[in-house]
């Protein structure tokens, strides 16, 4: 057995050894510790000062070595091998309680980065909402697009957009003017057209043969003559329109024109004759008015036949008091007399409640204001012009004069309905001459 037989084995070579390997800092301690315990061993039983070496002790490939040759050998392995064991331990990485090693760098600047990072920067929680059964609902939604709550949809909620609330009967009949319903089975002829009688006909318009336009009829324009200037003329033919010569001459009774060439003089206008002239109606200098020439009014202090000009308000006030002294009641009658002779009576009666129940065929009246005779007052008309009479009340009435004399009027007050008419006021009038 050799001499190397007995020192301890050792399988590490630091030219060699990867840092990119799994556990790598762990494995070159080891390595290292292995080595140095390799070296101390062979200091102490090969390099003593008192051993000497044999030629026996170590063959190499079976040839004897010399003692010296080997030893000084063995020195330069173990100096190689100190040196490789110094470089290794300037590499080795000594372990720390609670840190650990990697093959990536990590620098301040990353860890400043990561310190900068706030807790739960990143961690998101969904947020938890009301869970809710299969169904219709009617859903609010907030800002991030969460259902945060949810009502059942009701009948009414469906039927509000027009979906009938029960089924609808789809069985139709034909179409009718009645009804909606199904067109009737079609004839399978292309140029027949369902008519508004519920029918399938050929529509009286699709024949498309027609003549040249004419007065009885519509039909085709007439050839064209191919001239820019001329148009289809009513009486079927192409013509130039008489009204496109724009060569006028001055405006005349006779013709339409152009306007006489202006004076330049602000207050002129023209006029029908076709010149330029001062309106009459500008002068402003008048004379008196009369019935036949407008003109400047007089004001007179009393009443009379003149017209040329306006009563004052003294003449207007004694032609009413001449006109009140005509004025007189007569048998509940107001009686106005007029100079020329003519003459108004006018009475008004409040009738109270009348009940029109007397039926004669369509006609309801009341006894007591059918055929009912006033008396006029006496020695006023002697000749009759007119009569009328108006009666006002809450209910449908009609009311008229049946009859009317220098002495007396006839009336009656009906209806076409059988009513009662509360606080019936009826007024007459009589125009006539008087004595």
């Known amino acids: 057995m ?3 037989d007995k020192t301890p084995k050792y399988d590490i ?7 990119s390997e799994p556990n790598h800092a762990e494995v070159f301690n080891k390595r290292v510790e292995k080595l140095v315990q390799s070296l101390e061993w062979m200091k102490e039983n090969v390099f003593t000062k008192d051993r000497v070496l044999k030629s026996t002790d170590i063959q190499e490939d079976g040839y004897a070595m010399d003692g010296r040759i080997l030893t000084e050998h063995l020195k330069n392995i173990v100096a190689s091998f ?3 064991l110094s470089e290794g331990l300037r590499k080795k990485v000594d372990s720390i309680e609670g840190k650990g090693l990697s093959a990536n760098d990590f620098t301040d600047l990353l860890k400043d980065k990561l310190d900068g990072i706030a807790e739960n ?3 998101y929680i969904h947020p938890k909402h009301k869970k809710y059964d299969t169904g219709l609902y009617k859903v609010t939604v907030d800002e991030e697009g969460h259902v945060i709550s949810a009502e ?9 957009l027009g979906i009938p609330g029960q089924d609808t009967d789809t069985t139709y009949g034909l179409v009718s003017t009645e009804a909606a319903g ?9 140029t027949k057209y369902l008519c508004d009688d519920g029918t399938w006909r050929t529509p009286p318009d699709t024949d498309t043969t027609y003549d040249l336009v004419s007065t009885e009829a519509a039909g085709l324009a007439p050839k064209r003559t191919g001239t820019e200037t001329k148009y289809l003329c009513d ?5 130039t329109p008489p009204d496109t010569d724009t060569t006028y001459g001055v405006v005349s009774k006779n013709a339409p024109g152009l306007v006489p060439k202006c004076t330049g003089t602000e207050t002129k206008y023209l ?7 001062v309106p009459p109606d500008t002068d402003t200098t008048y004379e008196t008015g009369n019935t036949k020439t407008a003109g400047i009014g007089k004001l007179y202090t009393e009443t009379g036949d003149s017209t040329d000009g306006s009563m004052t308000q003294k003449a207007i006030s004694e032609g009413f008091a001449e006109l009140n002294r005509n004025i007189e009641v007569l048998n509940e009658w107001n009686v106005i007399k007029f100079a020329n002779g003519l003459v108004i009576a006018t009475l008004e009666r409040n009738l109270g409640s009348i009940a029109l129940t007397l039926s004669t065929g369509n006609i309801y009246t009341n006894i007591s204001h059918s055929g009912v005779s006033i008396p006029l007052p006496n020695d006023i008309f002697k000749k009759i012009l007119s009569s009328s009479m108006n009666v006002q009340t809450d209910g449908y009435t009609l009311c008229q004069i049946s009859s009317v004399s220098i002495s007396y009027v006839t009336y009656r007050i009906w209806s076409p309905y059988s009513t009662t008419l509360s606080q019936c006021i009826a007024s007459w009038m009589v125009v006539g001459m008087w004595k």
């Open 2 to 4: 050799g001499l190397f």
């Open 13 to 19: 070579d630091l030219d060699k050894f990867e840092v």
């Open 271 to 277: 006029c029908d004759d076709g010149t330029w002239k």
């Open 152 to 160: 059942p949809i009701t009948k009414e909620d469906i039927t509000e």
């Open 182 to 190: 199904l067109a009737p089975r079609r004839t399978g002829t292309t």
């Open 82 to 84: 100190e040196k490789k």
């Open 235 to 239: 009486d079927g033919t192409w013509k």
């Open 121 to 123: 920067a990143n961690k």
